[in-house]
């Protein structure tokens, strides 16, 4: 049985920069948010596709990297101190009633909240399958895309195929367990930690691993059980025997279950209003680079733009009947108190 | 301005009329070339927009970046005409270069 369910006023789907926003936004309006998202960390594409890449078009900010934005941001919504759940991918979403929203996550969370907001950009990172003929029948029993338990790698000859930092570390991680490993990486040259591949060439050569050059072009095997694959490398074609094969090939966006929620969707995209940013079904809301609404631009500052007028709609969802006024942080002293500035 | 040629995994050619200063990618996504993906936007962020480049223009197309080969670690089937097409930008020079579509970015 999963545990209680988190009950709560908005929850955010996506950590990326417009989800980190809608916090401070919402949190302005007195509105608790909890944020899930499939990363271990907050920041979205710009904490996994570019943290160290710069960005140029952030207002006020001439120059700002993805890390050092999110960085940014984590502070600004710091005094509404929302609640994140990492390592998690909702699954369900729920209509209960008006504003009575139930969300699912594959960790079993539940959350019950009043509204939902959709800012999942592309959808959620997943890890990379190499387009091999006949992969997805040893997916699961051979093939692993990440390694949940190492106890289950004890004894087993494992290939592990690339060169960014979880497959040294995994490398380094499951040598003492298995009973061969293998690494497999298209060139000498590594983008991993220095350190690690350090440690990963002692081993080489020590012969507690094999280390080689090439590309994995076949696999082979029968029922859902790997005996081995073929690699090309400079020299030519040749086999590695293995049962087990754990590729990292770094992670893609998948639009994932949004698709099954039953909010209308256009090409992979959420279509929204320009007023509220409202989806097919009122109090779910879409905002950054998964909605879609005439003349839209996939940009931060528009998603930044977006999630303060969703919140206007939010604050009436959460409390109907009440009087929204409009105030600057500048000048207002109760959203000065909120930010813990006076 | 530079003609460029892309060529699908199933020999179909786009020949596309490209500006120079652009990239090859954003002269694939501009005119809708299936098999380009460019999941990152052009960031060289992602190897999405993985091509080949025909043996007779390699030289002129140059050498790839550090950035550039690290990011070609997450394409699949990479070989030495391997390119991100975000990283090659048109000029005159090009002008009738030629890229072959990998079957499937990943």
Redesign the interface.
């Known amino acids: 049985m999963s545990a209680e369910a988190i009950t709560t006023d908005a929850v955010i789907i996506g950590g990326g920069p417009c989800g980190l926003f809608a916090v401070f936004e919402l949190g302005l309006l007195d509105i608790q948010c909890h944020v899930i998202d499939i990363l271990d960390r907050p920041g979205g594409?710009c904490a996994e596709?570019?943290p160290e890449?710069p960005i140029y078009d952030i207002p006020g900010l001439p120059v700002v990297t993805g890390q050092e934005l999110t960085d940014k941001l984590l502070e600004q919504i710091s005094p509404f101190n929302p609640t994140f759940h990492y390592n998690q991918m909702v699954t369900e979403l729920t209509k209960r009633g008006d504003n009575d929203f139930v969300v699912k996550t594959d960790s079993d969370v539940e959350f019950h909240a009043k509204v939902v907001i959709i800012a999942a950009g592309?959808g959620s990172f997943q890890p990379?399958?190499?387009?091999m003929p006949g992969i997805d029948s040893f997916e699961g029993t051979s093939v692993f895309y990440s390694v949940k338990k190492m106890e289950d790698f004890r004894g087993k000859d494992i290939l592990i195929v690339?060169?960014?930092d979880s497959a040294l570390d995994w490398t380094l991680n499951l040598q003492p367990l298995a009973n061969s490993l293998t690494l497999l990486?298209?060139?000498p040259?590594f983008?991993a930690a220095p350190d690690s591949v350090n440690k990963m060439r002692e081993l080489a050569d020590k012969g507690a691993i094999d280390f080689k050059i090439g590309?994995v072009?076949a696999l082979h095997g029968d029922g859902g059980v790997l005996t081995g694959v073929t690699a090309k490398g400079k020299e030519g074609e040749f086999d590695i025997s293995c049962n087990t094969l754990l590729p990292f090939?770094?992670l893609?966006?998948k639009l994932g279950p949004v698709a099954d929620w039953g909010i209308n969707l256009n090409e992979n995209l959420i279509p929204v209003d320009t007023e509220k940013f409202e989806t097919s079904i009122p109090g779910v809301f879409a905002i950054g680079d998964i909605n879609h609404y005439p003349g839209k631009l996939?940009l931060i500052l528009s998603g930044f733009h977006e999630a303060a007028l969703m919140s206007q709609q939010a604050f009436r969802y959460i409390n109907p009947g009440e009087r929204l006024t409009f105030q600057y942080t500048t000048s207002s002293s109760s959203l000065q108190k909120k930010l813990g500035v006076v | 301005m530079a003609k460029i040629n892309f060529i699908e995994f199933d020999g179909k050619t786009h020949e596309i009329d490209a500006t120079n200063g652009m990239t090859v990618m954003e002269a694939a996504i501009k005119n809708m070339v299936p098999g380009i993906d460019a999941d990152c936007g052009g960031a060289c962020a992602c190897a999405t927009c993985h091509v080949y480049v025909e043996p007779d223009w390699l030289e002129k197309v140059g050498e790839r970046s550090e950035m550039e080969e690290d990011m070609l670690d997450f394409a699949f089937d990479v070989q030495d005409s391997s390119r991100l097409s975000c990283q090659i930008r048109v000029s005159d020079e090009l002008d009738g270069l030629t890229v072959k579509i990998p079957e499937k970015q990943f």
């Open positions: 594409q596709l570019y890449k592309g990379k399958k190499p387009p690339g060169g960014g990486h298209r060139r040259d983008r590309q072009t090939f770094g893609t966006m996939k």
